[in-house]
């Protein structure tokens, strides 16, 4: 659906720049023929969601690029999401925390109306337990400057890997929010921007349940 939505705006950009009568009027035929596409996608998604038996599958290949967080999965954070759940066991070292923070990031920007983030993890190593929750607790106070609650809790049994909105959205990665290669360089492209960055090889799987926030 999003990439209709894209493929849409994308056409509806170049109508500006044809002047030619002829031209402009099957590029406005062709923009009609995909809002129609998009509208019926639109309403078999809707009907998958329904009967919980919406399944989207993601594989990323190794050395991959153009995966980053957004792409992946932020075309389902909007408005209406008040709380987010994330089960991730390696939310533990500095570049995996940095991870967590990027995701944090991006909820903050699309998710306006959010209130709560659960974040469950592993803890680190005897010596680097402090510095752990030193780091979320930092985190936890920034994200208070939004209006948002950060609530780290550490589980010893934790493997799965999911992250739940409370709008039924459930996204599943094999690697967790760890996906992305060490970067060559501090100053070499994709250090910054993720979806320049390489990837481990790894799956994504989103689904959708019904009635999550009902069930709490």
């Known amino acids: 659906m999003s990439i209709f939505q894209e493929g849409i705006q994308l056409l509806l950009d170049a109508l500006r ?11 406005r035929k062709k923009i009609g023929e995909y809002m129609d596409r998009a509208e019926v996608i639109k309403v078999i998604v809707e009907k998958l969601k329904e009967d919980g038996s919406y399944h989207e599958q993601i594989h990323i290949e190794n050395n991959s690029t153009g995966y980053g967080y957004d792409h992946l999965f932020g075309r389902f954070m909007d408005d209406t999401v008040e709380e987010v759940e994330v089960e991730d066991p390696y939310i533990r070292t500095i570049h995996q925390i940095y991870n967590f923070l990027r995701f944090c990031e991006l909820l903050v920007k699309k998710c306006t109306n959010i209130k709560k983030i659960v974040l469950v993890t592993g803890q680190e190593a005897d010596n680097d337990t402090y510095q752990q929750n030193q780091k979320l607790q930092d985190l936890g106070v920034s994200l208070s400057g939004y209006g948002i609650k950060l609530v780290v809790k550490y589980s010893k049994t934790i493997h799965d890997r999911e992250i739940r909105l ?16 060490a970067s060559d360089s501090k100053y070499g492209i994709g250090y910054c921007d993720y979806d320049l960055r390489k990837c481990h090889e790894t799956t994504v799987d989103i ?3 019904q009635n999550t926030r009902n069930a709490k």
């Not at 409370?166 to 290669?181: E, N, S």
Request: aromatic residues 14%; positive net charge; without cysteine.
């Open 166 to 181: 409370d709008t039924g959205w459930i996204v599943k990665i094999g690697r967790g929010l760890d996906i992305y290669k």
């Open 207 to 209: 689904f959708h349940r």
């Open 17 to 27: 720049f044809v002047t030619e009568a002829t031209n402009r009027e099957k590029l």
